[in-house]
């Protein structure tokens, strides 16, 4: 019997699973009446109410959406540290977790007119503790949607190694969403990767075009990424950048080339910088009444001098202190992919709309 749930998984990590779920859990909302929601495994996790370990994307849904499920229940199960090893040594028993997994998803499913299911990484992220995505949806009843990075030959690459998990697992495939595909290859990828997943006889549900303000990262990811605090601009923690600069060259070069919305990376030992950014914001407040709307990252081994800082606090824009040199934060900010995050509301907005606009919902929910 088909059941009114779907479980949606993804070649790999950061290919936006949860970006789309987000989006699919409110398309999905205009058509039931309620959804329930759950992450049978999880992997990075919070605790909630002291000692309750919850998958970080849980509680984003739960708190977003303002789902009323018991936490053990949206998330039954946690891969900690260490977690492995203990099953290794048969301190754990897959079956009972598989259980545990199974009455949550009942107690949820009982509910709701239909259930959305997040799995974790790629279809055989968990294989080692016998959870892997394909062993847990099979467990379930469920069809799997898969979501991939927009491309051809690599997407379609991707695609073949989760959908041979799937089929040694006997899960059927519902469909493919592609996600961050570039409006200018759009048509073209559509086309040729439906003609590919043919040889399957999948359908193609979905091609979410990519978006930067997506993955534009705020001033409290950086934040997180450099285990750090912001020295000043609290209320702007969740500012995004249209534009970032390594500054390393003379002041009058960069004041040519200052912009609004900037994020700069410079070390804390150039003061002149520093203070050309601050007369900057205060000299546009007092001329247009906005907000120049900069940011800051200041580097080096050595953290900016008591003055500077009382004078970054003053002008109060978002600033942090990394301690390392300016090209190794530049890489590691260059790299970095931002999640999606439950204070960052217009990033939350934007998933849902461009996910609503993409993807056949009909096909997701198996109509």
């Known amino acids: 019997m088909k059941k009114n749930a779907v479980f949606i998984a993804a070649t790999g990590q950061n290919v936006g699973k949860s970006t789309l779920c987000l989006g699919t859990l409110a398309a999905l909302r205009k058509r039931y009446s309620s959804v329930g929601?759950?992450?049978?495994?999880?992997?990075?996790?919070?605790?909630?109410?002291?000692?309750?370990?919850?998958?970080?994307?849980?509680?984003?849904?739960?708190?977003?959406?303002?789902?009323?499920?018991?936490?053990?229940?949206?998330?039954p199960v946690i891969i900690p540290r260490g977690f492995t090893r203990d099953?290794?040594?048969?301190?754990?028993?897959?079956?009972?977790?598989?259980d545990h997994i199974m009455h949550a998803f009942d107690r949820i499913y009982a509910k709701h007119p239909f259930t959305l299911v997040e799995g974790t990484g790629h279809v055989g992220v968990g294989s080692i503790v016998q959870l892997n995505n394909?062993?847990?949806?099979?467990?379930?009843?469920?069809?799997?949607?898969?979501?991939?990075?927009?491309?051809?030959?690599?997407?379609?690459?991707?695609?073949?190694?989760?959908?041979?998990m799937c089929k040694q697992f006997g899960v059927k495939v519902r469909g493919?969403?592609?996600?961050?595909?570039?409006?200018?290859?759009?048509e073209m990828i559509t086309k040729y990767i439906s003609?590919?997943?043919?040889?399957w006889e999948i359908p193609l549900i979905g091609c979410v075009p990519y978006n930067e303000f997506l993955s534009n990262p705020t001033i409290s990811?950086?934040?997180q990424l450099f285990d750090t605090e912001l020295i000043s601009g609290h209320k702007h923690c969740y500012r995004h950048f249209q534009h970032t600069r390594l500054v390393a060259t003379s002041l009058e070069v960069y004041k040519k080339v200052m912009q609004p919305n900037e994020l700069v990376i410079t070390p804390a030992a150039r003061e002149d910088i520093i203070h050309?950014?601050?007369?900057?914001?205060?000299?546009?407040?007092?001329?247009?009444?906005?907000?120049?709307?900069?940011?800051?990252?200041?580097?080096?081994?050595?953290?900016?001098?008591?003055?500077?800082?009382?004078?970054?606090?003053?002008?109060?824009?978002?600033?942090l202190y990394a301690p390392l040199y300016s090209y190794d934060a530049?890489?590691?900010?260059?790299?970095?992919?931002?999640?999606?995050?439950?204070?960052?509301?217009?990033?939350?907005?934007?998933?849902?709309?461009?996910?609503?606009?993409s993807v056949d919902f009909s096909a997701l929910c198996g109509e």
Do not use: C
């Open 37 to 75: 929601f759950i992450k049978p495994v999880g992997q990075q996790h919070v605790k909630i109410d002291g000692n309750i370990n919850v998958d970080k994307d849980v509680v984003l849904f739960k708190e977003y959406f303002h789902l009323e499920e018991a936490w053990e229940d949206m998330s």
């Open 134 to 164: 394909a062993q847990v949806a099979r467990s379930l009843g469920l069809d799997i949607v898969i979501i991939v990075s927009g491309g051809l030959g690599s997407a379609h690459d991707e695609l073949a190694l989760n959908f041979a």
């Open 330 to 357: 530049m890489k590691k900010i260059t790299s970095f992919i931002a999640k999606i995050r439950l204070q960052d509301t217009p990033k939350i907005e934007k998933a849902i709309e461009l996910v609503e606009q």
């Open 195 to 199: 003609k590919a997943l043919q040889k």
């Open 176 to 186: 493919v969403i592609l996600n961050r595909v570039l409006e200018d290859k759009k």
């Open 221 to 223: 990811d950086f934040q």
């Open 87 to 98: 099953y290794l040594d048969k301190k754990i028993d897959s079956l009972e977790l598989n």
């Open 276 to 319: 050309a950014i601050l007369k900057k914001h205060l000299e546009f407040q007092e001329q247009h009444n906005q907000d120049f709307e900069g940011g800051l990252i200041l580097t080096s081994r050595h953290p900016p001098s008591k003055e500077v800082v009382a004078a970054i606090r003053k002008v109060d824009i978002p600033v």
